[in-house]
């Protein structure tokens, strides 16, 4: 079955930690992106990579960062500069060229203990 | 820069009725438009996309349309049933941006009640 995969689907981080969040997808689409969902509000955009190797920063970029090393995956690190990390966060990806339909993964909550 | 809203925040009816979810934009520039259908604690399912060129789009009970000069596009549900809970948003790309950028409604949660 093509789709998008995300790991953990639950995420405990101590104050101060990194942690990495995974977003793996076999739908051969070159753009892939990250949001952040909060209680009661939309999605909010991290990051976005059109190809591999290339990413760009969204809406909310500080305090995380991302990698693009393969095609099928856009890892998220949520550093300790985050001071409110406390969140849902999805991943979509879509074909290249823009504007095109964006599919999503079932997401990651992330709670700061 | 795009706001999109979408009102009401929350909506009951009961099995059978007819639903009408709305979603606005401020800026007309759209590149094209799509719902998504979100359940609680999961990501979200792509429901219909139109693009800026259409007046609607259907799928099923499901029926999308979208006017750019009143910056408005409208989700019609037909005959709701208990299943069609969930909460739905709307999402407009720019065409100012080429990659795809989308901006996102806060969404309508819907119940419908047996």
Known sequence: DGGITQSPKYLFRKEGQNVTLSCEQNLNHDAMY???????????????????NDFQKGDIAEGYSVSREKKES??????SAQKNPTAFYLCASSTSGGNNEQFFGPGTRLTVL | KQEVTQIPAALSVPEGENLVLNCSFTDSAIYNL?????DPGKGLT?????????????????NASLDKSSGRSTLY??????GDSATYLC???MTTDSWGKLQF??????????
């Not at chain 2, 429901?47 to 259907?58: D, V």
């Open chain 1, 34 to 52: 990250w949001y952040r969902q909060d209680p009661g509000q939309g999605l909010r955009l991290i990051y976005y990579s059109q190809i591999v």
């Open chain 2, 105 to 114: 409604g806060a969404g309508t949660q819907v119940v419908v009640t047996p």
């Open chain 2, 91 to 93: 999402a407009a790309s």
């Open chain 2, 34 to 38: 799509q719902w998504f259908r979100q």
């Open chain 1, 74 to 79: 856009f890892p998220l690190t949520v550093t």
């Open chain 2, 46 to 62: 792509s429901l219909l996309l139109i693009q800026s060129s259409q007046r609607e789009q259907t799928s099923g009970r499901l």
């Open chain 2, 77 to 82: 549900i037909a005959a709701s049933q208990p």
